[in-house]
């Protein structure tokens, strides 16, 4: 079975500093990988996607992931905090033929101004 | 467009009661998921509808449990009797064309279950 460790349920950052979530996961076959925020009071939303193509994934508001496959990460990264980026983030993984998404317990983000 | 609809937002209850949540979910989107939110199990799948039949409903806790979708634009989730432990937020996502690994699963904003 596929599963997903998130490191860390709670990081601070400063406004403008680098925001870096680590996801580490465990999957017998090639896996989908997800990154999804959930904002306060609300439903998750994608972030971002990895689907077998290009290793680097460029997702909204300004985050991308890397998926290395030799340290079964997918880190999510994004250069400069803003305060809208509060929130809670998820990292899930899904196998290839598979619509079953099994979700890492959430990383908790606050910024600091 | 809307996206999904969930109502209600808030539940509370009383232990015993019977409680019906409702999602809505984008139209033409075919593929129709309950989760569970709790703080000491995550986010859990608890039944997946792909053309308004269910197709995987293992992660459904116990007979208490129920879901249907009679069309393609509505699902309900019933808890019949509710426990205090059933209290979490409830997440209806659905997704297009055929549910499958890289299709989106778009979320609703949940509905707050409080059973006392």
């Known amino acids: 079975a596929q ?14 500093a680098l925001v870096l979530l680590r996801c580490n996961y465990s999957s017998s076959v090639p896996p989908y990988l997800f990154w999804y925020v959930q904002y306060p009071n609300q439903g998750l939303q994608l972030l971002l996607k990895y689907t077998s193509a290009a290793t680097l994934v460029k997702g909204i508001n300004g985050f991308e992931a890397e998926f290395k496959k030799s340290e079964t990460s997918f880190h999510l990264t994004k250069p400069s905090a803003h305060m809208s980026d509060a929130a809670e983030y998820f990292c899930a993984v899904s196998r290839t033929n598979d619509y079953k998404l099994s979700f890492g317990a959430g990383t908790t983000v606050t910024v600091r101004a | ?74 699902s309900t989730l019933k808890i019949q009797p509710s ?16 549910g499958g690994p890289t299709d989106t699963q778009y979320f609703g904003p949940g509905t707050r279950l409080t059973v006392l």
């Open chain 2, 1 to 74: 467009d809307a996206g999904v609809i969930q109502s209600p937002r808030h539940e509370v209850t009383e232990m015993g009661q019977e409680v019906t949540l409702r999602c809505k979910p984008i139209s033409g989107h075919n593929s129709l998921f309950w989760y569970r939110q709790t703080m000491m199990r995550g986010l859990e799948l608890l039944i997946y509808f792909n053309n308004n039949v269910p197709i995987d409903d293992s992660g459904m806790p116990e007979d208490r449990f129920s879901a249907k979708m009679p069309n393609a634009s509505f």
């Open chain 2, 83 to 98: 426990e205090p432990r059933d209290s979490a937020v409830y997440f209806c996502a659905s997704s297009q064309p055929a």
């Open chain 1, 3 to 16: 599963s997903v460790t998130q490191l860390g349920s709670h990081v601070s950052v400063s406004e403008g």
